[in-house]
């Protein structure tokens, strides 16, 4: 299970670095999204978070952008496809898309 959201701006949207830059700018704020699950050997307790080592915030953060003209029904597809894929339980278990158009 996870939980998901849209959010959808008016304006022209920030590029890609600039977004990457606003969210670690905050990522201090929130130190469990660089943790990922740790799992004990033989499964003798419950998962523990621990510190990514090697976290890397541009996987965490994509970037893709809808074809022309850009309607509510192409974004509601990919929004679909995005959300029915399983997050990568060996990383901090977050992702932040940006789509443009």
Do not use: C
């Not at 969210?23 to 621990?50: C, D, I």
């Not at 929004?79 to 932040?96: A, C, H, M, N, Y």
């Amino acid at each position: 299970m996870h939980v998901g959201a849209v959010m959808i701006f008016e304006g022209p949207p920030p590029g890609y670095d600039e977004f990457v830059e606003q969210v670690e700018s905050r990522m201090h704020l929130v130190p469990r999204y660089r943790q990922k699950l740790a799992f004990p050997p033989l499964e003798t307790g419950r998962p523990l978070w621990v510190d990514d080592p090697n976290f890397n915030l541009e996987y965490h953060v994509r970037h893709t952008a809808l074809p022309r003209p850009g309607s509510m029904d192409q974004l509601e597809r990919l929004v679909g496809r995005i959300f029915s894929q399983r997050l990568d339980r060996s990383k901090p278990l977050w992702e932040t898309w940006l789509v443009q158009g």
